[in-house]
């Protein structure tokens, strides 16, 4: 009856922990005392046209992330309507 909504939370925490372990991997939380200073700064780079350069495997590692969490999502939602009360 409930599996639906564990499978639904198992997902959703592994993928919390993967996004935590990649920002953990690539520095993200390395340099924290600059976080507070940069609103006063002025060296923010305009907005522009700019085009999104897909780096090698990081756009199969997207599209592999989005088609797990729609197959997960599905997945949930087939065991939800198929569960009989």
Request: charged share 15%; aromatic share 22%; with cysteine.
């Amino acid at each position: 009856m409930y599996f639906s909504w564990i499978i639904l939370v198992a997902c959703t925490i592994w993928f919390a922990l993967l996004g935590f372990f990649w920002a953990l991997h690539n520095g993200q939380f390395t340099d924290q005392n600059r976080a507070r200073y940069l609103p006063f700064g002025e060296d923010f780079q305009e907005a522009g046209n700019e085009r999104i350069s897909w780096k090698g495997r990081e756009r199969f590692l997207y599209l592999g992330m989005a088609v797990l969490l729609l197959f997960f999502f599905g997945a949930a939602a087939f065991v939800s309507l198929r569960a009989v009360p």
